[in-house]
Structure formats: structure tokens, C-alpha cells
């Protein structure tokens, strides 16, 4: 399937994506039938969109119904192997925005996420584990937003240096703060092979 190849062939920025891309590995060996979807209840795939405007320095951001806070746009595989297919689908739904270019069609980020038991349709969904990979998604701030109603109750860029303020999870602001990173790095790159084209 594409997605293990695309897991396979990423490489790590840091010790903490070494260790998250070997265990999600693993874990796709043992439960590769049902990896995509809900119904491994201990840990599936998920796939999100760190959309950014052009500058790189404005996240757009939805405020999370189930988390009350301001959050990255991404869900869960449900069968669909094409993750990024996946990240682009959710950042259109959850934010209204009429288009969204991936900076890279690889990912830029992997991460094991914990959920916490929550509350959602009526129905409890007990603790379990996100297998991320992030991709980073371009958007035009000019561009009218749509909040939608059943997931978030808020959509708006929001500049990195007030992250602090609209997200009450330090350790998503870690690994916001960490895709971002390599956004401009991966934009960098793009910049100097151009240059010597």
C-alpha cells in the first residue's frame, strides 16, 4: 500500500520521529487490515494538514468542539491509503477554504498522538493512540473561511508568535512549532535549487 511506502521512505528530522516512524511500522506489520480505519480502537492512522499562508508565519486554525481549543485541521484514514488525499479533503471540510496546495507531496512531519476518552456524538470513545503524518497545506488568506459547525465553533489564521494564546496544549504547540520549522526549511531548500537551475 502507498502509505507504508511513504512511511517507509520518510526521513526522520529527530530522535522523536526515529522512534515514532519504527513503533507505527511495527504496527502496520501486526494490524495492516484494519491500520485505516476506527476499528483498531488502540491505534490507527491519521493524517493532518498544517495549512500556512504563503509567508509561512499564519497558521489557519479551527477551535475544536471536543478539545476546546484552537487546533490543526486533520482526520482519521477511514480506508484511504492516499493520506495526503486524506489532509486536503479535511482542511477543505473543516476550514471552508476553496483551495489548498501541499508545499510538498511527501510528509513533513510523522508523530504518534495520544487521544484522550471523550465524548463524541453521544457515543464515549475511549483513550487511544493517533498515527500521524502531517503534510503542509498552502492557503490564501484572503480567501473567505466557512466555520463548520459540527467539529469546530471557529476558523482563523492566527500568527505563530500567538500560539501560546489560542492553544491550552503545550505539546501540540511543540509539534506545530516543529512542522513549521521544517516548512521553512523544505521552502529554503526549494528557494536554492532554484537559484542554481
Same mark, same amino acid.
Not at 480502537?41 to 486554525?61: C, F, P, V, W, Y
Not at 484511504?80 to 483551495?99: K, P, R, Y
Given at each position: 500500500?502507498? *502509505?507504508?511506502?511513504?512511511?517507509?521512505?520518510?526521513?526522520?528530522?529527530?530522535?522523536?520521529?526515529?522512534?515514532?516512524?519504527?513503533?507505527?511500522?511495527?504496527?502496520?506489520?501486526?494490524?495492516?487490515?484494519?491500520?485505516?480505519?476506527? !476499528?483498531?480502537?488502540? =491505534?490507527?492512522?491519521?493524517?493532518?494538514?498544517?495549512?500556512?499562508? @504563503?509567508?509561512?508565519?499564519?497558521?489557519?486554525?479551527?477551535?475544536?468542539?471536543?478539545?476546546?481549543?484552537? =487546533?490543526?485541521?486533520?482526520?482519521?484514514?477511514?480506508?484511504?491509503?492516499? &493520506?495526503?488525499?486524506? =489532509?486536503?479533503?479535511?482542511?477543505? @471540510? !473543516?476550514?471552508?477554504?476553496? *483551495?489548498?496546495?501541499?508545499? /510538498?507531496?511527501?510528509? #513533513? =512531519?510523522?508523530?504518534?498522538?495520544?487521544? &484522550?476518552?471523550?465524548?463524541?456524538?453521544?457515543?464515549?470513545?475511549?483513550?487511544?493512540?493517533?498515527?500521524?503524518?502531517?503534510?503542509?497545506?498552502?492557503?490564501?488568506?484572503?480567501?473567505? #473561511?466557512?466555520?463548520?459547525?459540527?467539529?469546530?465553533?471557529?476558523?482563523?489564521?492566527?500568527?505563530? /508568535?500567538? #500560539?501560546?494564546?489560542?492553544?491550552?496544549?503545550?505539546?501540540?504547540?511543540?509539534?506545530?512549532?516543529?512542522?513549521?520549522?521544517?516548512?521553512?526549511? *523544505?521552502?529554503?531548500?526549494?528557494?536554492?535549487?532554484?537559484?542554481?537551475k
Amino acid at each position: 500500500m502507498h *502509505f507504508i511506502e511513504t512511511i517507509k521512505n520518510y526521513i526522520p528530522k529527530c530522535d522523536q520521529e526515529k522512534h515514532d516512524r519504527e513503533i507505527i511500522l511495527d504496527y502496520i506489520k501486526d494490524y495492516e487490515l484494519n491500520i485505516l480505519t476506527r !476499528e483498531n480502537r488502540i =491505534a490507527h492512522m491519521t493524517s493532518s494538514g498544517l495549512i500556512l499562508n @504563503e509567508t509561512l508565519d499564519k497558521i489557519l486554525m479551527v477551535h475544536h468542539n471536543i478539545y476546546k481549543t484552537w =487546533a490543526w485541521t486533520g482526520g482519521h484514514a477511514d480506508g484511504n491509503s492516499d &493520506l495526503l488525499e486524506v =489532509a486536503i479533503s479535511e482542511g477543505l @471540510e !473543516e476550514t471552508g477554504i476553496e *483551495f489548498l496546495e501541499p508545499l /510538498s507531496t511527501e510528509p #513533513l =512531519a510523522i508523530d504518534i498522538l495520544p487521544v &484522550l476518552g471523550h465524548i463524541k456524538r453521544g457515543h464515549y470513545v475511549s483513550a487511544h493512540l493517533h498515527l500521524n503524518i502531517t503534510y503542509v497545506l498552502i492557503g490564501d488568506e484572503s480567501k473567505s #473561511l466557512v466555520i463548520k459547525e459540527d467539529e469546530n465553533s471557529g476558523v482563523k489564521w492566527i500568527h505563530i /508568535s500567538d #500560539l501560546k494564546r489560542y492553544s491550552n496544549e503545550p505539546y501540540m504547540i511543540d509539534v506545530y512549532l516543529k512542522i513549521i520549522e521544517s516548512a521553512r526549511n *523544505f521552502k529554503g531548500l526549494q528557494r536554492i535549487s532554484k537559484d542554481f537551475k
